[in-house]
């Protein structure tokens, strides 16, 4: 992973602008290095336009009583007239996760879907919130309140053609991704912020590479994962473990030892204190092998 790279997409990410598709950009030259971002930029831009176009004639944006409406708007020309779908088939596929391959096949998961819902939506003047919802990213419009309205925000599923979502429905959503037993509370409906977006990407991809053992590519993630939080001390450990298993040793050490040294006097429970010891055992090995090769 080149630094110039890394910090290109750290200071996009660390950025107060609402632009998330400029550093979804940098993500996907993870597979595709020489990537232009212009083209993709600009389609955007005109999707926004068109977008647009359909509000300013639906009075949506003149009336704030209309408001609603404008899901209704953005909606049909996001998801029937561009044809953007969830990839049902083949939702393990890493090209999901680059904005790049969602705008050239109108296919994705839902938190890229709901990035290009936003970032067009965000070019024909309305304002999307993400949601960082537990196993499904979801959406929220809040529409334009007069006072002593009783108008309630709108919950929408970018994956389902941007459904709207009762509070009953996302428990249901809930239930089934956590559990029964796990505790519903509305603080998971809490806007979503743009690091956390990206990270949310990031952590896709990361799993999706791991469990195609492309430990090259997942460690290049672990480098972005680190430019949005660099005191993430499990994406350190992580990192470490994937240059353990491409027999980089030298970078496996520093990152384990790092992470062993951070996290030493913290409180763990047992299942911690086993992968703790794991990891002693880890550099214990690379300690040897590092020496053997000066």
């Given at each position: 992973m080149k630094d110039a790279?890394?910090?290109?997409?750290?200071?996009l990410a660390a950025s107060p602008e609402r632009d998330l598709a400029s550093p979804a950009l940098v993500i996907a030259r993870l597979e595709c290095p020489l990537l232009d971002p212009a083209p993709y930029l600009a389609q955007l831009d005109a999707m926004g336009a068109a977008a647009r176009e359909r509000l300013l004639a639906s009075g949506c944006l003149q009336d704030a009583r209309k408001s609603e409406s404008a899901v209704d708007v953005l909606n049909a020309y996001l998801f029937e007239e561009e044809g953007f779908t969830g990839n049902r088939d083949r939702y393990e596929d890493p090209s999901n996760s680059f904005l790049n391959e969602v705008l050239d096949r109108r296919t994705g998961i839902p938190i890229t879907l709901a990035l290009v819902y936003m970032e067009v939506a965000r070019r024909a003047g309305i304002h999307v919130e993400g949601i960082n919802f537990p196993g499904h990213f979801l959406m929220r419009y809040p529409p334009h309140r007069n006072e002593g309205s009783t108008t309630t925000d709108l919950i929408l599923d970018p994956f389902h053609r941007g459904a709207r979502l009762t509070e009953h429905d996302c428990r249901?959503?809930?239930?089934?991704h956590v559990g029964e037993s796990a505790p519903f509370d509305n603080e998971l409906l809490a806007p979503a912020t743009k690091?956390?977006?990206?990270?949310?990407?990031?952590?896709?991809l990361k799993r999706i590479y791991v469990r195609l053992h492309s430990f090259p590519q997942a460690r290049s993630v672990?480098?972005?994962?680190?430019?949005?939080?660099?005191p993430a001390l499990t994406e350190l450990r992580d990192r470490g473990l994937l240059a353990y298993h491409m027999n980089d040793f030298s970078a496996a050490l520093r990152d384990l030892q790092q992470y062993l040294h951070f996290t030493s006097g913290a409180a763990v429970d047992e299942e911690s204190r086993s992968d703790h010891e794991q990891l002693w055992e880890h550099v214990k090995t690379l300690r040897r092998r590092v020496a053997s090769l000066n």
């Open positions: 790279l890394i910090q290109e997409f750290s200071r249901r959503l809930f239930e089934r690091p956390q977006m990206l990270t949310r990407i990031l952590l896709n672990t480098e972005l994962l680190l430019a949005v939080d660099p």
